[in-house]
């Protein structure tokens, strides 16, 4: 191989490598758990006061960082789960982007030590939230409850409040209802976040043995319980409402969005087919998102 090309393929290896330990870290689920927390801390310099930009900064990358630690240290812990699962096969662990694996759990520690250095100046609070996050979901959903329990995304869930309780409290320095109800909402969000892809792949769960409740009941059953969560949510995006000082665009968002997610699952629960499912998982994220939107820009004007 002559000079030119073997500088090409140093490039070309660099690059996989560089996206290999991108992806690892669920780079989609990261934007979306950072958006909660920056909506928090936009709703919380509202309320209590501006917000420095260095502060938001700093807030904002701390959290980033977490979520993607977090992320990382998973993929190596359900490393054999994501060899054996159709979904996630080709991710860089299973594939071999990232040889050995535990490359991928040093460099989520790297990533999740970063945010806690970062997290320590901002507030012992927001550091403390950004503990409970990993605690919660590499202890007690990946580690202890994800292969034990079909209710181990309502137990492992309360991690994935943490981001926009950590927003928060990086701006006041302290917890208050209204951020515990914030995060209570996206609690509530993840059983038709993940439930809606677990009937999806509801095959791909039972082989290997991981008790999603779509696996260990039929889906008549999981759906009633995912329609359920899905009316709780939407009556809590609404009591969210009278707990803060919104205005109108909170409330239709929450409203409009609200009835969407009601009206889809509904649909889903009288026509349960795997596409019906995929469309409720696909829309999950859209629907938070446009929630926090609402109530960033509610809080802003
Ligand atoms: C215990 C809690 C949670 C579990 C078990 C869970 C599970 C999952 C799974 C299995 C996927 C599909 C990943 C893939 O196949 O690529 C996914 C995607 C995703 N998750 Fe979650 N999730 C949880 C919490 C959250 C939270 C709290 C957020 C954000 C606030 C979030 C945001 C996302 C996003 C944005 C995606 C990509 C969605 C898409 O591709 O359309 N997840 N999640
Ligand atoms: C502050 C802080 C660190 C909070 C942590 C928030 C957090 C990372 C929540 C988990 C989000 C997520 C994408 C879970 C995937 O579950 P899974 O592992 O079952 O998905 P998989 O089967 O696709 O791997």
Not at 60 to 88: K, Q
Not at 262 to 283: C, D, E, H, M
Request: glycine content about 6%; aromatic content about 12%; proline content about 5%.
């Amino acid at each position: 191989m002559n000079l030119e090309s073997s500088i090409n393929k140093t490039r070309a290896d660099f690059r996989t490598t560089v996206l290999a330990y991108l992806e690892v870290t669920k780079p989609r689920s990261v934007v979306l758990l950072v958006f909660t927390a920056l909506a928090t801390m936009v709703v919380a310099g509202a309320i209590n006061g501006p917000v420095s930009l260095s502060q938001l900064i700093t807030a904002t990358v701390a959290v980033t960082l977490a979520c993607a630690g977090a992320n990382a240290v998973s993929c190596y812990v359900d490393r054999d789960l994501d060899a054996s699962m159709i979904r996630t096969r080709k991710r860089p662990i299973p594939d071999g982007r990232i040889n050995p694996p535990v490359r991928a759990l040093y460099w989520g520690l790297f990533l999740f030590v970063s945010s806690l250095i970062l997290g320590w100046t901002v507030n012992p609070i927001a550091f403390a939230c950004l503990w409970g996050g990993m605690i919660g979901y590499v202890g007690i959903y990946s580690l202890w409850l994800k292969r034990r329990s079909s209710w181990n995304i309502i137990l492992g869930g309360f991690s994935g409040g943490l981001p926009a309780l950590f927003g928060w409290t990086a701006v006041t320095g302290k917890v208050d209802l209204l951020p515990l109800l914030i995060a209570a909402l996206v609690v509530l969000w993840i059983p038709n976040h993940i439930w809606s892809l677990a009937i999806f792949y509801r095959d791909d769960y039972a082989r290997v043995k991981v008790p999603m409740l779509p696996v260990v009941c039929e889906a008549k059953k999981a759906l009633h319980c995912l329609l359920s969560t899905v009316i709780l949510m939407v009556l809590f995006s609404i009591l969210i409402y009278f707990a803060g000082s919104w205005g109108t665009i909170y409330i239709m968002t929450a409203i409009l969005t609200g009835l969407a997610a009601i009206g889809l699952s509904t649909y889903v629960y009288l026509r349960p087919t795997p596409q019906n499912a995929w469309l409720l998982f696909k829309f999950s994220s859209p629907y938070l998102f446009l929630l926090f939107l609402g109530m960033m820009v509610d809080a802003w004007l």
